[in-house]
């Protein structure tokens, strides 16, 4: 019963270790934007803003990964952000309506907010919860 008790023992603390490990290895995770709104886009600040370098389109016409790139003092969080937006990201286009992946275009200047958990990576990679179109290029 004694090796019992003591493998048990080892074996909880080396799961609170891992977890630790693993919670400390995952990244952080983005201010949640406030709900969307159905009539504007966010008013605080995003995590990142800046123009849309490269587009890549997912394996369905809903999705789409853009590398951002912050320029100067453009604001945010980060220089450069892999974000990916997928069917329940809210777009909204430079003239302030709803719009959806089709919209974005290399080029354009943009700001993101993410959702859900931002991975540590270089550039860090993330899941837009709302992206606003600034201008169109």
Same mark, same amino acid.
């Given at each position: 019963?004694?090796?019992?008790?003591? +493998? &048990?023992?080892?074996?909880?603390?080396?799961?609170?270790?891992?977890?630790?490990?693993?919670?400390?290895?995952? $990244?952080?995770?983005?201010?949640?934007?406030?709900?969307?709104?159905?009539?504007?886009?966010?008013? @605080?600040? +995003?995590?990142?803003?800046?123009?849309?370098?490269? &587009?890549?389109?997912?394996?369905?016409?809903?999705?789409?990964?853009? &590398?951002?790139?912050?320029? @100067?003092?453009?604001? $945010?969080?980060?220089?450069?952000?892999?974000?990916? #937006?997928?069917?329940?990201?809210?777009?909204?286009?430079?003239?302030?309506?709803?719009?959806?992946?089709?919209?974005?275009?290399? $080029?354009?200047? #943009?700001?993101?907010?993410?959702?859900?958990?931002?991975?540590?990576?270089?550039?860090?990679?993330?899941?837009? $919860?709302?992206?606003?179109?600034?201008?169109?290029?």
């Amino acid at each position: 019963m004694r090796h019992t008790t003591g +493998a &048990l023992a080892a074996l909880a603390a080396l799961t609170l270790l891992g977890a630790a490990v693993v919670g400390g290895c995952g $990244g952080a995770t983005a201010a949640q934007p406030a709900s969307p709104s159905p009539s504007a886009p966010p008013s @605080g600040v +995003a995590d990142i803003t800046g123009v849309v370098d490269t &587009l890549t389109p997912g394996a369905d016409t809903d999705t789409v990964t853009l &590398l951002v790139v912050a320029g @100067g003092s453009a604001g $945010g969080e980060y220089d450069r952000a892999s974000v990916t #937006v997928v069917p329940g990201s809210t777009v909204w286009t430079a003239g302030g309506q709803r719009g959806d992946a089709s919209d974005l275009v290399q $080029g354009a200047r #943009v700001a993101v907010w993410f959702e859900g958990p931002v991975r540590e990576s270089y550039p860090v990679q993330a899941t837009a $919860g709302v992206v606003q179109i600034l201008t169109s290029d």
